[in-house]
Every structure is written in structure tokens, then in C-alpha cells.
């Protein structure tokens, strides 16, 4: 079955950088497009960042444009989100999400558990 595990998360301060992994299994990860979406507290749900198939192309939100990149390998199968210059308003938790067949645009079919990313002094 489709499994997305999220990983990496934590306690960081303002400014500083954080790496959150996502591992895939259960699927074919190399022919599918992926998005990170996060819920900060009493917020909804904010599309994050996306990736192509090959990784080649990436897509942001304004909101973590020039901060955040996102980038998979697959031969772990494993999506990656590095975060710099990291503000108190990233802090949310961050899931891993795989978007169904017919790439980007697709909804996202399969969501991760999340991991916990909180930006605090």
C-alpha cells in the first residue's frame, strides 16, 4: 500500500535552516509529481512547494520563494523540503503529499502523517 513518512522536523530558531525528508514506498515514486502542503495552528491547509517527475521542475508559494527548496531522489525514493532563513509564521506541521496520475495540477491523493515544524527563539 501507499505509505508516506514524513521525518525531520523539529525546534528551530528564527533565521536558521531545517531539512524535512519524506520516504515513499508502495508505489512507483519516479512517475508521480509531489507537493509539500503545511497547516500552521488553527490555520488551513497552504500548498507549499511542488516537483516534476524528474525533478527538473519545482513550483513555490510566494510565501517561501527564494527560502525553501524542494528536491527528490529517486533512486531512495524520498522527497526532500530544505528550509532557510526560517520566519516564526513557517511554523507548522508540514505533510508530504503525492499527486494522482495526470501531473501537475492533479489533486493529491495520498497525504503523509506530517512533521512538526515550530520556529521559535
Known amino acids: 500500500q501507499v505509505q508516506l513518512v514524513e521525518s525531520g522536523g523539529g525546534l528551530v530558531q528564527p533565521g536558521g535552516p531545517l531539512r524535512v525528508s519524506c520516504a515513499a514506498s508502495?508505489?512507483?515514486?519516479?512517475?508521480?509529481?509531489m507537493s509539500w502542503v503545511r497547516q500552521a495552528p488553527g490555520k488551513g491547509l497552504e500548498w507549499v512547494s511542488g516537483i516534476n517527475t524528474g525533478g527538473g521542475t519545482t513550483y513555490y508559494a510566494d510565501s517561501v520563494k527564494g527560502r525553501f527548496t524542494i528536491s527528490r531522489d529517486n533512486a531512495k525514493n524520498t522527497l526532500y523540503l530544505q528550509m532557510n532563513s526560517l520566519k516564526p509564521e513557517d511554523t507548522a506541521l508540514y505533510y508530504c503529499?503525492?499527486?494522482?496520475?495526470?501531473?501537475?495540477?492533479?489533486?493529491?491523493?495520498?497525504w503523509g502523517q506530517g512533521t512538526q515544524v515550530t520556529v521559535s527563539s
Open positions: 508502495g508505489f512507483t515514486f519516479s512517475t508521480y509529481y
Open positions: 503529499t503525492r499527486q494522482s496520475a495526470g501531473g501537475w495540477g492533479s489533486p493529491f491523493d495520498y
